[in-house]
């Protein structure tokens, strides 16, 4: 009879212990979860989120930037520089137009986004560094021409349609009234015209 005591009382201590632990667990993650804070990221505040190209824009690709202003001005390449900061909500909205320009753009010119938290504070700068034509506010878009000329340079959200126009003056294009209008395909209308 000792014996079946004992055993009794062992079991009751084993649950007791896996119900103790299991509790212990549960507080943990509770405070846990309630200790973590949400990840809040907006376009329409002045947090850093990580790379505005990369979470607002979907375009990875711009940063970093392929080539320095000095390389692309040595080559006579039209470039375009795109000052902007991660955490500025005017940056933020502007990224789509900075990736919509380089999709168009971005094979024949030069486009290089100049983060200005990266940019040396410095007295002076040569014509060949980013910080010679920065003006002091973002986003800030300078547009050079093959020859090095400064063709185009406004701070603000400056409109797609401007930066075209510039572009399309550097390239002898067509003004945008006389060409068709650009788009591009959509995935599906690709693959529908494989399948026929």
């Not at 986004?113 to 003006?135: F, H, I, M, Q, R």
């Not at 090095?148 to 959200?157: A, D, F, I, R, T």
């Amino acid at each position: 009879m000792n014996s079946i005591k004992w055993l009794f009382l062992q079991t009751r201590r084993m649950a007791n212990w896996q119900w103790l632990v299991s509790k212990c667990l549960l507080l943990l993650i509770c405070l846990f979860m309630l200790g973590t804070q949400p990840a809040l990221a907006g376009i329409n505040d002045d947090t850093y989120d990580g790379n505005m190209f990369v979470v607002y824009a979907g375009n990875g690709s711009l940063v970093p930037a392929k080539e320095t202003l000095a390389q692309a001005l040595a080559e006579h390449k039209p470039t375009m520089l795109a000052y902007y900061v991660d955490d500025s909500s005017d940056c933020k909205k502007y990224a789509i137009v900075i990736s919509q320009v380089q999709a168009f753009y971005g094979r024949v010119a030069e486009i290089i986004p100049v983060n200005l938290d990266t940019v040396p504070a410095k007295k002076s700068y040569d014509p060949t560094e980013p910080g010679y034509y920065y003006s002091g506010g973002v986003p800030q878009v300078v547009v050079f021409n093959q020859s090095g000329k400064v063709v185009l340079n406004q701070k603000g959200q400056v409109p797609f349609e401007t930066i075209d126009d510039t572009f399309r003056e550097i390239f002898d294009l067509l003004p945008r009234s006389e060409s068709i209008e650009l788009k591009r395909r959509s995935f599906n209308e690709f693959s529908s015209e494989l399948a026929k």
